[in-house]
């Protein structure tokens, strides 16, 4: 039951959304509990979330390109939209509203009830252990000892949403920063260091959102074969040297002659895939625009297996972002206003958000690690073979998107310009 208090102080809610991708290193043993999935309309459901989460995902990019135009672009669209949603837990009216409507959800079509059970299935899903493949998907909830949240807003994060909950003394403003920070470092593996550096002194929770993320190429690049010092067009008049992987090696790949693009699907060795889009030149903001759930649905089903010469430039790139000020742009408005209402989160009076921010890092390599033994079947030298296959070269501006493929969740969805800037 949601029931409104005026506010009387501004106390800050932070939504801190951290990302990392990484493909440098053999992932580790599952480590935690194992947890089973139950599902009898699982399927259904996570099929329609995907949909919706993959526009919510489009739209955000669209944003993002918006902000800064002709940069790199890398952000997580499902650790959003699970932040956003296991936020929308503790808001009422029309705080609530916007929230679910800005995700994608039509309220008069699917119930709140259907959209939090339908994050939970997808968090199991994620999180499930798979062998060869490191994904792990998690938020934690940083609460004032002065602040009263609802025990059923608790109890519903954790379960759902498999959030960790810590009691903070926020009044001790750089141990809460500590605190937090501490916390982010240890989830991100040590990527992702004082992230947190202007916590406010009548800040009551900190919210935070992470997915780390790593896995191997299911066809390894020769490193051998790595070209360094290769031409990367970023614009008409800029070129910038990278090195450049190259194999000959059997994709599924098209030609979209509707959006002017060439799509590649490459795949992890488990659960996993990713999709390299190159429009032709000057037709960028086309694909851009066309993006959608319709768009990969389209892709999926008129990909192709082909020999292909391939090259894929090796880099790492990493984006910022504050997350609140699109936010507001796309309409949500009252969780960052003081008429916010987040009373089934607490009692307390005049709980807004003040912050959120997101990161997000990434590095392609070769072959995702140094211990991976390779077939040497898969690195073909003769030249007159290479010669006769159609030759896929990511040599100026293409999109990236990391999908999961149980779910289709679009893990990861990114623009490179210019692969050396970090």
């Known amino acids: 039951m949601c029931y409104y208090h005026p ?9 801190v959304l951290l990302v990392f991708e990484l493909h440098c290193a053999p992932p580790n043993t599952s480590e935690g509990k194992v947890t089973t999935c139950h599902s009898s309309q699982q399927n259904a459901t996570l099929y329609k979330m995907s949909s919706i989460n993959a526009d919510f995902a489009f739209n955000l990019y669209r944003r993002f390109t918006m902000e800064t135009p002709d940069q790199n672009i890398l952000f997580s669209p499902v650790s959003i939209s699970a932040a956003l949603s296991m936020l929308s837990i503790g808001a009422c009216s ?11 959800f039509n309220l008069t079509d699917t119930t709140i ?10 968090i199991c899903s994620l999180n499930f252990p798979k062998k060869e493949l490191e994904l792990q998907m998690g938020n934690a909830l940083f609460i004032g000892k002065q602040m009263k ?12 949403y498999e959030t960790e909950v810590f009691s903070t ?14 916390h982010v470092e240890k989830k991100t593996k040590g990527k992702v260091v004082g992230l947190i550096q202007d916590l406010k002194p009548n800040t009551i929770m900190v919210l935070v959102s992470y997915i780390h993320f790593k896995a191997q190429w299911a066809n390894p ?3 051998t074969k790595t070209e360094e010092g290769s031409n990367f067009l970023v614009d008409k008049t800029t070129t910038v040297q990278v090195p450049m992987m190259h194999q000959t090696e ?6 979209d002659t509707e959006l002017n693009c060439t799509v590649l699907q490459m795949d992890y060795s488990k659960n996993a895939l990713a999709l390299f889009v190159l429009p032709k030149e000057g037709q960028m903001e086309w694909v851009e625009g066309a993006m959608s ?16 010469d391939l090259f894929v430039p090796k880099f790492s790139i990493s984006s910022t972002y504050d997350l609140g000020a699109i936010l507001l742009k796309m309409g949500i408005q009252d969780a960052f206003a003081d008429n916010a209402d987040f009373s089934d989160l607490t009692e307390d009076n005049g709980l807004k958000l003040s912050k959120a921010a997101h990161k997000a890092v990434l590095h392609i390599g070769e072959k995702g690690s140094e211990v991976v033994a390779v077939p040497e079947v898969r690195f073909l030298d003769q030249a007159e073979i290479t010669l006769l296959h159609p030759i896929i070269q990511l040599d100026r501006s293409f999109l990236l998107l990391i999908l999961e493929k149980n779910t289709r969740s679009i893990l990861f969805l990114g623009k490179v310009v210019d692969p050396m800037k970090m």
């Open 169 to 182: 003394n926020f009044s001790n403003v750089s141990a809460a920063q500590k605190a937090v920070n501490s």
């Open 221 to 223: 690049f020769d490193p």
């Open 293 to 308: 759930s319709k768009t990969l649905k389209k892709w999926n089903r008129l990909l192709q297996k082909g020999w292909i």
């Open 94 to 104: 029309s705080t609530q509203t916007q929230i679910l409507e800005i995700l994608g």
């Open 250 to 255: 059997q994709y599924y790949h098209l030609v």
């Open 113 to 122: 009830t259907e959209i939090q059970q339908g994050f939970q299935h997808l």
């Open 7 to 15: 506010s009387k102080m501004p106390l800050f809610l932070y939504l």
């Open 149 to 160: 949240p609802s025990p059923k807003f608790l109890d519903d994060v954790k379960n759902l």
